[in-house]
């Protein structure tokens, strides 16, 4: 894994990465009605796209996407998440989304993106993940949305949350 402190985030900024970065947060404005970070707000795409990007990048809750393929892959994971996984920026981007939950676990989650998908966002979601290296944590209170472009075609799926308890190996 890259060292998350010699990580360089600026390296990384492509027209496409910030224009989903700014989707995310109107997207979230969109569905919900509040703000993903403060002072991020509905009218993202007036914002600097790099800053935007940074402020996900570097916020202390857990931000994620995934694009809308068959077998959806992230293509934004801030630090947080980054560390919580156990993945570096190069090995999260692109990576099958349902590899971050366990294998018997995997049709709960597509039952909670089925309803994201038809219903927009929601925000009551719990669950078990497992990180790149087997291990296992439960989040809670996490918002899932459809992440949409300016003219609303859903371009791919957001998560958020800060609640997540750390499991015993046979702990459920």
Same mark, same amino acid.
């Given at each position: 894994?890259?060292?998350?402190?010699?990580?360089?985030?600026?390296?990384?900024?492509?027209?496409?990465?910030?224009?989903?970065?700014?989707?995310?947060?109107?997207?979230?404005?969109?569905?919900?009605?509040? &703000?993903? /970070?403060?002072?991020?707000?509905?009218?993202?795409?007036?914002? +600097?796209?790099?800053?935007?990007? @940074? =402020? *996900?990048?570097?916020?202390?809750?857990?931000?994620?996407?995934?694009?809308?393929?068959?077998?959806?892959?992230?293509?934004?994971?801030?630090?947080?998440?980054?560390?919580?996984?156990?993945?570096?920026?190069? &090995?999260? /981007?692109?990576?099958?989304?349902?590899?971050?939950?366990?294998? +018997?676990?995997?049709?709960?989650? @597509? =039952? *909670?993106?089925?309803?994201?998908?038809?219903?927009?966002?929601?925000?009551?979601?719990?669950?078990?993940?497992?990180?790149?290296?087997?291990?296992?944590?439960?989040?809670?209170?996490?918002?899932?949305?459809?992440?949409?472009?300016?003219?609303?075609?859903?371009?791919?799926?957001?998560?958020?949350?800060?609640?997540?308890?750390?499991?015993?190996?046979?702990?459920?």
């Amino acid at each position: 894994m890259e060292q998350q402190d010699s990580f360089n985030f600026a390296n990384c900024l492509t027209p496409q990465l910030t224009s989903m970065c700014q989707a995310i947060v109107a997207s979230y404005h969109h569905w919900t009605h509040r &703000e993903l /970070i403060a002072g991020l707000h509905s009218n993202a795409y007036d914002l +600097d796209p790099s800053i935007v990007t @940074e =402020q *996900l990048f570097e916020h202390n809750a857990v931000i994620l996407a995934h694009n809308t393929a068959p077998d959806p892959t992230f293509v934004f994971a801030n630090r947080t998440a980054m560390t919580l996984w156990e993945y570096s920026w190069t &090995e999260i /981007i692109g990576l099958p989304s349902r590899l971050t939950a366990e294998p +018997d676990l995997r049709p709960n989650r @597509e =039952q *909670l993106l089925n309803r994201v998908r038809d219903f927009g966002f929601i925000d009551d979601y719990s669950g078990i993940r497992v990180s790149k290296s087997g291990k296992r944590f439960r989040i809670a209170q996490a918002t899932v949305w459809n992440v949409v472009d300016p003219t609303g075609k859903r371009i791919g799926q957001a998560a958020t949350f800060n609640h997540w308890t750390h499991l015993k190996a046979d702990q459920s």
